[in-house]
């Protein structure tokens, strides 16, 4: 299988964006993932943020590791950059790049074996550090390109296509990146466009990591009764704490939803997230009562879904480090080199 | 006979890890260069932060000859554990200084030798009462009686001390009373001078003293790299720590405060290769330093940044392994680790440093290199040159100087329609162009993975498109070649049969057995290495002669397989002279080694043909 790409056919009547753009132009080439994988799902979610979020396209840099969810980037956002690095180190590639451009848009994309197993302390060093980015993990409890293996998100006790039973203990990364200092954490379902749209939306605006765990059944390995990550076992599961709406700061705000049952959280940039709660006691500036929420629901075989978790105006890694606000990959010898006379300085204090 | 010897000689220090020791013994060291004669310090040390021993070891060398010389002429004994081996260590006819507080049987010490001893803890002991004071004192005393039986200029040393406290004005006094208290009591006490002396010369000139390690992470500063990611690993770490050192007084905004620079202290080196892959691909210059283990542990990435091309420079301060091994001593022994990182076909750049001006140097260039040839560059620093004070020539740097920042398309050139792809050889050369990210709205993005694609970054597993790219890839090794430094060559008087190739710190001591070599009439004619892949030169040097010898620091001659597998040398006429114990190469191995081996092949030098 090679490279397979789009017919470059735009309609007419293609809706636009305030930037001009049709949805299309937020497409990348075509999937080669298996007809009804989740993952596709998450693409088409993660383009129609992009979409409504008036990005232009080429600001985003998508990074990934490897995996069938990791070779998603190549399928959306065609005309950005896309990193697809190794097994689970893309977080790693993700703080350097960063690091060198912080005005580019960070989008990761990882799978559970490539974040929760192979790349489970770089993800957690990502978090801590505060790397400004959008952390999207495509979870369906298996390593899908290596043909069905449980991963470390497996449920203890879920079974996997050839019958057998998972008896090691599951990593909850929403857990682990609430604990680890995300500044905002979501969880959501492939299947329910409704609510991942505006978190991924809402994720991207974040100033800081934001991570968001995307239960995403595959469909080769992992959608037969007995395993937790199948469709129907989500769909009868998911205990969603809050409904969202995004309302990007570049739009005019209109929330109609009935006062009591709505919190507006205004993020950094002036973006707002409405959320309309589910359960009226659920308050998406704990950080300590959201992990005990999530281990309470876990233990009633709930999977909580919604926005879990958000800081407004968390720190990132660069207002840590100091660093100037022009990207370091655009400083010359003007502005790096200390030239001879400091040289010469240096040489004399060490005669 | 006690050894008689004026500005020729080895001082060693034996003293207890964390005694506070190191920054006397260096001040008499330094107390030495100031009396204009070259010295070269040694840092012997443990693994290990307090209360095992180290040594301190200076060798005074008019002659210039600044790599390790093997043997003690004056042990500062200081170190009751290390005693016996110490008192064995020294040369017939040296001297022994040690603390005669406590009475030693006659049977601990050497009939050949001349004894000296000084009640240290005794004086300290009268003249403070604060244990940390007797402590740290106790060092400055030794100094100070060292100046007496050496016979230095006592005025050099209390300006180095006003120098060293300049900030901390307080602690220059007390500091010169010890050196007196120290000096004094030799003068009245002891036999002073003794036959090793230190005389007054003019051979030091314009030079620095310092540590390659902080003068590669200079280079880097002046060299651009903007991104700094590591992981904390003897001999490298003090290279991480002086570029931020270095980068808080020479790169933060004078008007904002802002850092010009971002350092992480990564999770391990995995992660350090990562960022400064990450960092290289967003097109800033990024660079890690570290040693074996953690070039072991970068492996897969290295790999992706060959063949994805991604800019990355690594800095290798090489240590004794395999595994953990002798992690506080010296060798050459990462080359082949380093020379075909990762699985699968691969080949990188390195460059091999001889001393901190060449570090400096190097490591400034190797962003130069990284970028435009867009691939992993190493360079391979090592324990001896990174974390000893070694005299050197200033660091210089030409202001007219660009950085090379490689083939990126512009957006400007994009838009004006200019063929963009990735992997496309436009030049000839192997070099492909490459965009940085969020160059332009629609044109010049590229999709960057470690799998195999076309010539358009297209994701593609036919069998065609892979042979071309990794051909592609062998062509641009073949430009790398005219781009690392070319090697060193210096010819014998007359044409001859034989000639030495070694590289990087073994070059003092490489310098020092040429002279053994050319008075015991051996002529031999010399090539130091640069770097790798190999320059034409080195070809052609191993052509014109029945034999090379191949100088190195390691036990499988790894330059030398190198040398034998990428030129298709004779491997019979590449002779490994092998030196891997951990302690630095002397010029006595080397002559020896090389002298033996010749008169095994009844070679007869120069001057017994002429008598
Ligand atoms: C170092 C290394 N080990 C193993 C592999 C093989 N491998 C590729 S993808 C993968 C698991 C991917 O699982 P996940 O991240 O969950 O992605 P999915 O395919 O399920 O979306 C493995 C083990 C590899 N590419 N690299
Ligand atoms: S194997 Fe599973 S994860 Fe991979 S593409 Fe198919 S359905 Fe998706
Ligand atoms: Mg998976």
Redesign the interface.
Known sequence: ???IVKPRFHHPALPKNALGYTHRDYEGSVSTLCAGCGHDSISAAIIQACFELNI????V?K?SGIGCSSKT??YFL?????????HG?M???????????R??IYLGVSGDGDTASIGL??F??LIR?GVNMTYIVENNGVYGLTKGQFSATADRGSKSKRGAINADSSIDLVAMALQLGATFVGRSFSGDKKQLVPLIMAAIEHKGAAFLDVISPCVAFNNHPGSTKSFDHVREHNEAVNRLDFISGRSPIAVDYEPGAVEIVEQHDGSKIALRKLDGDYDVHDRRGATNFLLERAAAGEIVTGLLYVEPDGEEL?DN?????KP??T???R??????G???K??AS?? | MPIESVNDFVVRFANVNGSGSASANELFARSVLRMGVPVSPRNIFPSNIQGLPTWYEVRVTEADHLGARGGVDLMVAMNPQTWDKDVASIEPGGYLFYDSTKPMPPSRFRADITVIGMPLTEICNREYSDPRQRQLFKNIIYVGALSALLNMDVNEIEKLIGEQFKSKEKLIAPNIHALHLGRDFALQNLKCPIGLQVRRADK?G?????EGNSASA?GA??G?A??C?WYPITPSSSLAEAFSRHCAR??V?PE?????????Q???E???????????????R?FTATSGPGISLMQ??LG?AYFAEIPSVIIDVQRGGPSTGMPTRTQQSDLLLCAYASHGDTKHVMLFPEDPAEAFDFTALSFDLAERLQTPIFVMLDLDIGMNHRLSR??????A???DRGKVMTAAELEAGKDFGRYLDVDNDGIPFR????????RG???????SRDRYA?????GGPYVDNMQRLLKKFETAKGLVPRPVRRNADKPGRFGIIYYGSTSPAMDEAHDMLIAQGIALDLLRVRGFPFHHDVAEFAGAHDAVFVVEQNRDAQLRTLLVNELNLDPAKILPVLQFDGTPITARFIARAIGDHLDSRKVVPLHKVVS
């Open positions: 299988m090679t490279y232009e396209p080429h600001r840099a990074l980037p190549t065609g005309q950005s950059h896309g990193f697809n690095s190794v180190r977080p790693s590639v993700m703080t350097g790049a960063n690091l060198a451009n005005e580019l302390g770089q957690a060093h550090r660069h480090l100091k660093t100037v606000k370091l990959n400083l010359g010898e502005e790096l080199c200390p030239g001879s400091a040289l010469d240096f040489n060490l005669r | 030091v314009d030079r620095i003293f310092i200079l500063v002046y651009g903007t991104v990611a020479l790169r905004d904002t405060k802002e850092n010009r620079f971002a350092i992480v990564a999770e391990d995995i992660a350090a290769v990562g960022m400064v892959i990450g960092a290289g691909w967003n097109g800033a990024a897969e990435f992706l200033p660091l210089a740097w030409d202001d100087r660009r950085y965009t940085y990210p969020g160059t332009h709205p629609t993005s590229f999709f960057t993975r470690g799998t297209r994701y593609t597993e036919e």
